[in-house]
């Protein structure tokens, strides 16, 4: 073979190997549609999904967010730094990063919390600077690690918000197109924060976010990485992104062509009327996670097939099936066609610690031979959780500030910020629940006349420790924990003397209205202070009952 050619057929092949292992059939309910008919069709066929636990996270994304061309190694969209994978452990320094951020919808106990199609691992720093900011292109950085930028939005982006998250170059089709999933499979949600969405369209996403996402997923094609990473998603969760496999999807619900009518493409055409088999598939491996000793764990696979001629037959066999249970032993013919599939559960009701596993194994319908799944599963000890120590609010600015506590000494899942929000008359106006993988969580509605406190717990296998010390943070940005170290303030002209026993750290200086003024590490006895003529409020870290200060 001449070299020309074998350079031409090494191109196809490659190629032709890089194409998403799409299910014959899989596309077939949204072919022909238009519109908004078309969009609800993807919903219903993406929207029911074997959901996650969070805590197999890390154990799903060595298959789904690994190098291709090192598995060890992990691919993090968010920064340059090289991490490599430990197990089922978290890796240091990163985060599960939720890129659709959790707080739109408002909510954890939802499939849209452990959705692999938009749950990324994330370094750590770089999750913290993007916030919950909307994405878009960024004029002014506040943070750039070389990968993520987070700043001020160009003219005409941001949806009201100050701040935006701009990815690499890289990577910007990749989060548009997750944004294009999360829009339909979830797009029955009520929002929260409507940067980039809306309550009042079937277009679920907001007009600039739309020329946003539509610009960034033209100029970023699909890549091997996206490929191969919905491949590993459809054998764990058993669904897809659409706007992977099929990359002018978008463009009939959102785009240029708008209204016309979608035809499958290649790798979704209609099968000749044999019955199939859609998912779970052979390939499928499902990861229940682990579960305390004395608990059950319960995980829905939907079954989905095509022209199945009668009833399916379902049963778990091998290993330690007898740890796990499903509640029937037969699925409807027409349950298992339609678009939805049928929900099976399987519960894991671990009798020891330790890993066990059993295989699904699915027949009949007139299929040819069966289809089977592996299921795995890991009991562990009843966790032990510490009680933890919160810490003052820090970066108390107008209505911003940021809750903190010390990191539990035991593995955690995740940590709940417990907050309360009182009036000024002290009724309590609201009653909310926070969660993060960090020691630390932002808040921005403190407003005029409030008090907030918050308690800090963490999190393990459905078990939570008791609630941490209270915190209070007050709009003016005095409340805390009072004095135990004595501090007095002398007011002259030009400033303030220091008289203290012993050293003070922390010390901070702000206006009436909460504006702050200054920070000083430590002062110490006899320490002036330059301040110009005003009205002042100041409190050190160990002395937090705050005092006034005039300066004429």
């Known amino acids: 073979m001449k070299l020309k050619n074998i350079i031409l057929f090494i ?19 949204i072919d022909g549609k238009r519109g908004q008919d078309l969009k609800n069709a993807v919903h219903q066929l993406i929207k029911n999904h074997t959901v996650m636990t969070y805590s197999s996270l ?31 452990s978290a890796v240091s320094g990163m985060n599960r990063e939720h890129s659709f951020p959790k707080s739109w919808w408002g909510g954890t106990q939802v499939d849209a919390y452990t959705d692999l199609n938009h749950l990324y691992p994330s370094d750590g720093d770089a999750n913290l600077a993007k916030n919950n900011y909307p994405l878009g292109e960024v004029s002014s950085a506040s943070f750039n690690n070389g990968c993520t930028k987070v700043g ?16 690499d170059d890289e990577y910007k089709g990749d989060f548009a197109r997750t944004y294009f999933y999360m829009a339909t499979c979830y797009q029955d949600y009520i929002w929260k924060y409507t940067y980039m969405v809306t309550n009042s369209s079937w277009l679920t996403l907001n007009q600039w976010s739309i020329n946003l996402l539509l610009k960034w997923a033209r100029q970023d094609p699909v890549s091997d990485k996206e490929v191969a990473r919905n491949d590993a998603v459809y054998k764990i969760q058993n669904n897809r992104n659409p706007f992977i496999d099929n990359p002018l999807l978008a463009e009939y619900i959102w785009g240029d062509r708008q209204g016309e009518a979608f035809i499958v493409g290649e790798g979704g055409e209609e099968p000749q009327g044999d019955p ?15 579960v305390a000793l004395g608990k059950s764990l319960t995980m829905t696979i939907y079954v989905k097939g095509k022209y199945l001629k009668e009833n399916l037959s379902v049963l778990l066999f091998r290993d330690d099936f007898r740890m796990f249970s499903i509640p029937v032993n037969s699925i409807p013919r027409n349950v298992a066609n339609s678009e939805e599939g049928y929900p099976l559960q399987v519960t894991y009701t671990p009798t020891a610690i330790g890993s066990h596993k059993c295989r699904l194994l699915i027949y009949d319908g007139g299929l040819t031979g069966s289809y089977g799944a592996d299921i795995s599963a890991h009991c562990v000890p009843v966790p032990s959780l510490s009680t933890l120590n919160a810490l003052p609010a820090t970066d108390i600015e107008g209505q911003n500030y940021v809750a903190h506590w010390e990191a539990a000494p035991e593995t955690v899942d995740y ?13 309590i106006v609201s009653s ?36 941490s010390n209270v915190i209070t943070v007050a709009y003016s940005a005095i409340n805390g924990v009072e004095a135990d170290i004595p501090i007095a303030f002398i ?19 702000f206006t009436t209205s909460g504006q702050h003024v200054k920070h000083l590490d430590v002062v110490n006895n006899d320490d002036f202070i330059y301040l110009p003529q005003g009205i002042y409020i100041m409190r050190s870290a160990s002395a937090r009952k705050p005092q006034k200060l005039v300066i004429r």
């Open 11 to 29: 191109a196809i092949s490659v190629a032709l190997g890089a194409k998403a292992s799409v299910p014959v059939g899989y596309y077939s309910s």
């Open 58 to 88: 890390w154990y799903h994304f060595q298959s789904t967010d690994c190098r291709l061309d090192n598995r060890n190694q992990v691919w993090d969209m968010y920064s340059n730094i090289t991490r490599y994978f430990r197990g089922s």
């Open 152 to 167: 001020t939005p160009v003219a005409g982006q941001g949806g009201g918000c100050a701040t935006v998250f701009e990815p």
């Open 276 to 290: 199939i088999l859609i998912t779970p598939n052979l390939e499928t491996v499902i990861e229940m996670g682990e």
């Open 415 to 427: 940590y709940i910020v417990n907050r309360i929000v009182y009036d000024d008359h002290n009724n």
């Open 432 to 467: 909310d629940q926070f969660s993060t993988d960090d020691t630390s969580y932002p808040f921005d509605d403190l407003m005029p006349g409030q008090t907030h406190t918050y308690t800090v717990q963490s999190y393990r296998l459905g078990y939570t420790s008791t609630p």
């Open 491 to 509: 007011p002259t002209n030009g400033g303030v003397l220091i008289k203290c026993s012993e050293p003070h750290y922390g010390v901070d200086i």
